[in-house]
């Protein structure tokens, strides 16, 4: 088992930056993707962002390429998303999730993976 635990949400402004973590325990040895995903009201849950635990390759969507980053301490087993120039549509709930499987295509869809945080709400405000 994995346990995460995400930090780091809050209420911005348009153009502000935010800096979340996701701290995991458990069998952390076994991680070998950590993703993080994002629900806004009334919408699906959608993929936001991912990288891989021992080789640091990442993987986001559109949406926030060149605004976000995906890091990671392999150290402190913590995954970071570093979130520059928010806008109102960033506004969400953010998920932290982890899987233990390989793959040969980057899972994006939530079912693919395992372990979950609780959520951290981020919210932008215009």
């Known amino acids: 088992q994995v346990q995460l635990v995400e930090s780091g949400g809050g209420l911005v402004q348009a153009g502000d930056s935010l800096r979340l973590s996701c701290a995991a325990s458990?069998?952390?040895?076994?991680?070998?993707?950590m993703a993080w995903f994002r629900q806004a009201p009334g919408k699906e849950r959608e993929f936001v962002a991912a990288i891989k635990w021992s080789g640091g390759n990442t993987y986001y969507i559109d949406s926030v390429k060149g605004r976000f980053t995906v890091s990671r301490d392999n150290a402190k087993n913590t995954m970071y998303l570093q979130m520059n120039s928010l806008k109102p549509e960033d506004t969400a709930v953010y998920y932290c999730a982890a899987d233990d499987r390989s793959w040969t295509v980057v899972p994006v869809r939530g079912s693919e993976y395992r372990y979950w945080g609780q959520g951290t709400q981020v919210t932008v405000s215009s």
């Open positions: 458990g069998r952390t040895f076994s991680i070998y993707t």
